[in-house]
């Protein structure tokens, strides 16, 4: 005899509203905000919007995971081990910051003046990998599994498992489940197995999404109790619905974060400051570093940006 499914309750939900970031850059911010401060493992969660010679230049990270997606337009990145490229629509990216990394990310200069347009995730490290040795993982939009459960249901998926369909392996250290749903017409309905240590949300780029007969507009965050073991709802909106569900193992351990530098302890952090500051314990290449992207980067020089990377 089959399980019943679980379905999860809401906890708390609200719009992302949009605020200035980096240099210029506009973010919806969900999670790093005052309205929800953490949810563990995730650190910080934006919507951006970046246009040259707006973006995120030069900059430390120390004890967490990057996962950027873009949507639109092109990013290009770079970091003091060498590691640079160019995301494209559809692109994602999982950096592991782990004990110390200097990177820069620029959105490139359409011809056309498209935006670089994406969303971020920033994901503790457990304790016992925050010192692990920095890397990158990038998957391609044409690596993706797609799945359509019925002609009016796509589910890309990106981490983990969703209508029977795997994603692509060991892309993040800590334990990540990420899904992007895309409905068609109003009152299709959608069902995500969740595994129920994990904690979960889901936010809005188009369209509205119904959960237990509440309806959510665009650029809300939905984050889920975990007194179950499934999500489940339908798109509300006559247009089109499009939005990503979540899920992250969650950690049974202290988050002390300061800016870019994630640490379980205030000994521990104050040491990463120091190494910052002095170029010690993983910092060593970022005295003196500067990115070859920190003035923006055009579209017309990404193939031979591309051709000097060593990713």
Not at 130 to 147: A, M, V
Not at 235 to 257: K, R, V
């Amino acid at each position: 005899m089959s399980k019943v499914p679980q379905i999860r309750s809401v906890a708390k939900n609200f719009i992302a509203i949009e605020q200035e970031e980096g240099v210029g850059a506009h973010v919806r911010r969900s999670i790093g905000s005052m309205k929800q401060r953490n949810f563990s493992p995730f650190l910080l969660m934006d919507h951006f919007t970046v246009s040259h010679p707006a973006g995120f230049p030069d900059h430390p990270h120390h004890g967490q995971e990057t996962i950027t997606y873009v949507l639109n337009g092109m990013i290009a990145h770079e970091d003091f081990t060498g590691s640079k490229g160019v995301l494209r629509p559809g692109d994602l990216q999982f950096m592991t910051a782990g004990k110390a990394i200097m990177h820069s990310e620029i959105p490139v200069k359409m011809e056309n003046g498209t935006p670089g347009i994406g969303i971020q995730l920033w994901v503790a490290l457990p304790i016992d990998l925050k010192n692990s040795e920095p890397r990158y993982r990038n998957l391609r939009g044409d690596k993706i599994p797609i799945i359509k459960p019925n002609e009016n249901l796509t589910v890309r998926v990106i981490s983990g498992k969703s209508y029977g369909t795997e994603s692509v392996k060991d892309l993040a250290y800590t334990p990540i489940d990420y899904y992007i749903f895309n409905m068609n017409k109003k009152g299709v309905e959608f069902f995500q197995e969740t595994p129920r240590n994990f904690n979960f949300f889901l936010y809005i780029t188009k369209g509205a999404v119904e959960i237990n007969g509440v309806v959510y507009p665009k650029y809300s965050t939905v984050f889920f109790d975990t007194d179950g073991d499934s999500i489940k709802g339908k798109s509300a909106a006559d247009e089109e619905t499009e939005f990503a569900i979540i899920g992250g193992l969650i950690l049974d351990q202290p988050i002390l974060q300061h800016g870019p530098f994630v640490e379980t302890d205030r000994e521990s952090l104050l040491q990463v400051f120091k190494n910052y500051q002095y170029c010690i314990n993983g910092f060593e290449r970022a005295r003196g570093w500067r990115s070859s992207i920190a003035d923006g980067i055009l579209e017309k020089d990404v193939p031979a940006f591309e051709k000097s990377s060593k990713d």
